[in-house]
């Protein structure tokens, strides 16, 4: 009972409480400033939401259309390459056709290698030099004397960085010592 009486008082209070000119005036304005606000979140959420979305795409689209300028340098090549084959299949003389063949080969082959250095490729060059299994791949051992022990004696297959990343590591023969020859009894 008593707490109905107490929401009474309340509620005559509220009735109660009168609002001078100026104060009306304060709140008004405070309302349409609160209004102006909200409106300015909305605004700047949807912004927001556009942005990211706008943001997505863009990263997409540079993914899906980052190899572009690579490609359109190797399509020269690929032009190059199919007409060294058009000049071999026309070729007069076999001996002729081959000797151009390989030559045209050969400045395409540089041409590729232009390109791709000018992208950022480097060549992991792993002939002579120790064994690094960082850069190399060992997929034999030979034994050798000519070579030190834990150098490569032969690469099989070139390794690639794009600049310093690993690409491809160098697939690579290692030297180890000969085995000793059992003494003769």
């Known amino acids: 009972m008593k707490k109905e009486e107490n929401m009474a008082d309340v ?4 009735v109660a409480l009168e609002l001078t000119p100026e104060q009306l005036a304060e709140l008004q304005t405070r309302a349409a400033k609160a209004d102006e606000h909200w409106e300015r979140l909305l605004r700047v ?12 795409r863009e990263r997409t689209e540079a993914a899906q259309f980052a190899n572009a300028s690579l490609l359109q340098k190797l399509l020269p ?3 190059n390459f199919e007409m060294a ?8 003389v076999p001996q002729t056709g081959i000797a151009s063949l390989q030559a045209g080969i050969a400045m395409i082959q540089q041409q590729i290698k232009g390109v ?26 030979q034994e050798t004397e000519s070579v030190p022990e834990g150098n490569v004696v032969q690469q099989i297959r070139r390794g690639y960085k794009l600049r310093e990343r690993l690409l491809r590591p160098a697939a690579v023969i290692v030297a180890k010592k000969p085995a000793p020859e059992p003494a003769a009894s």
């Open 85 to 92: 084959q058009a000049a071999a299949q026309t070729a007069q």
């Open 77 to 79: 090549i690929l032009d």
């Open 116 to 141: 791709l250095a000018e992208s950022g490729l480097e060549e992991v060059d792993a002939t002579g030099k120790a064994f690094d299994p960082t850069f190399h791949e060992a997929v034999s051992q």
């Open 45 to 56: 959420t949807a912004d927001f939401e556009n942005y990211k979305k706008r943001a997505a």
């Open 11 to 14: 509620d005559d209070e509220v």
